[in-house]
């Protein structure tokens, strides 16, 4: 082969990525961890018949952008899962809280520079358990598992660019579950 040839490219080996439970303080380099359990601030309301669950997240609408309310319907995914991408808004965060009672797969990556495969953190959501991504927290699109799955969407809407993506150069493998998904 000659100096002049071209080299077809080499097939990036995939970086496998461990498995964390979705808990407050693992995620909280990335956001808010929305759950309805002991460790959250909660009073009762209502003459007595409700149970307030305050202040779960710190939703970020950015300058000049107003929080909006939607529900994203989302195909489930094969295991196992190249996540080949990564997104992030800039100008707000943007929380996810699952309407039905099902897992569900978090990748988040620190905000800053683009990231690479092994900066990527693979978390397992239990059911009734939502996040908040704080402003320019990279993370893959929704992924839901098992069936199609509805979730409550609190971003953003405003003036100015809010999604950035990028193409990882090696992807990040996300394994058959250990747990029944």
């Known amino acids: 082969m000659?100096?002049?040839d071209v080299c077809p490219p080499v097939a990036a080996v995939p970086h496998l990525l461990a498995l964390e439970p979705l808990s407050r303080e693992a995620f909280a380099p990335f956001g808010d961890?929305?759950?309805a359990d002991e460790g959250a601030r909660h009073f009762t309301i209502n003459g007595g018949n409700t149970e307030r669950y305050h202040d779960l997240a710190r939703i970020?609408?950015?300058p000049e952008g107003r929080a909006i309310v939607s529900i994203f319907r989302?195909?489930?995914?094969?295991?196992p899962f190249r996540v080949e991408m990564m997104e992030r808004h800039p100008l707000g965060s943007q929380a996810f809280m699952?309407?039905?009672e099902r897992p569900y797969l978090v990748v988040v990556a620190r905000p800053g520079v683009a990231p690479r495969a092994e900066d990527l953190r693979l978390f397992l959501a239990r059911p009734g358990q939502g996040v908040n991504y704080a402003p320019g927290v990279w993370h893959h699109?929704?992924?839901a598992l098992?069936?199609?799955?509805d979730f409550l969407v609190i971003d953003r809407s405003g003036l100015g660019p809010n999604c950035d993506e990028v193409v990882l150069d090696v992807p990040g493998l996300i394994a058959l579950l250990d747990h029944p998904a």
């Open 141 to 143: 699109p929704l992924l």
């Open 33 to 35: 961890v929305i759950e």
């Open 98 to 100: 699952p309407l039905a």
């Open 74 to 79: 989302g195909l489930p995914r094969a295991l």
């Open 60 to 62: 970020e609408p950015g």
């Open 2 to 4: 000659s100096a002049t």
């Open 146 to 149: 098992g069936e199609v799955s």
